[in-house]
């Protein structure tokens, strides 16, 4: 009979716990398998995979000539030695270089994507900028990557005794990789480290029948096991009903529009890729014809 021994693995909300006890925080750099392996073993906390491993592993003078795929490769190799350790990889230099603001670039193109495809209009660029200044570090974007290209990604706010998932969107290809749950896990543990109480995922359709056309986004925010909670909603005191009048009208026909547009672009793609090939007339010869039967 064999004891199987639990590890609790090393998270950063482990380390914040660690800090605030005055526990040391033991690192050691590994670049491949075998030395991640021993090292986690002595029970190390943080396993570094620098950007050294330019001079290391691969001879050069400096970090500078490194690649992303470069290190994406050794963070593998460690990656599958550890089992309790934290990993902590560097990013090559000139590969992002701290600019939030290229992220959040990628994030609204991915966005504008999204309403293309699902029929919405998301909200303009400078509505972004205006509240990613204004919360701070209170604002987080997430943003999910496939072979170094932006796929999704997602915004989170954190107030009081709750994080909540804000807007959401993922690009056309690769959908199938479904990188949404990663960020939405990620936006978890944000929640997690912040010692929130509540997690919100937001907004549900009313109708919750399998046959309105939201009910998908019920069920991929039902997986995550949270509770249904109905609220009162949003009320709107009008200061001067025709401006109100024409402001929604308005609305109203621009997504309209918007809605017949998508759909006659969805619909003649649709009847490009069904369209049947057309065919060159065979000619059939004499000898060719069926012999008859006797």
Known sequence: MSVARSVRAVTTLRLTEMKQRGEKIAMLTSYDYSTAKIVDAAGVDVILVGDSAANVM??????????????????????????????????????????????LDS?????????????????????????????????????AFWEDQPIAGTLAIHYGNKVWYLYGASANEHRNVMPNYQLQWGMIKWSLETKCDIYDLRGVP???????????????????SGDLCEFCGEFEMVYKPAVDLILNKGLSAARELRRKIIVGRKRKAAEKENKPVERAPVQTQENDKPAEEK
């Open 58 to 103: 691969a001879g050069y003078e400096t970090t500078l000539p490194i690649t992303l795929d470069m290190m994406i490769y050794h963070a593998r190799s460690v990656v599958r030695g550890v089992n309790r350790a934290l990993v902590v990889v560097d990013l090559p230099f000139g590969t992002y270089q701290g600019n939030s603001k290229v992220a």
């Open 107 to 143: 994030a609204i193109r991915i966005m504008k994507e999204t309403g293309d495809r699902d029929g919405f209009i998301p909200p303009p660029q400078v509505y972004f900028d205006t509240m990613m200044d204004a919360l701070g570090d209170k604002a987080r974007l997430y943003m």
């Open 206 to 224: 009313g109708d919750l029948t399998p046959d309105t056309p939201l009910y998908g986004l019920y069920l991929f925010k039902k997986g995550f």
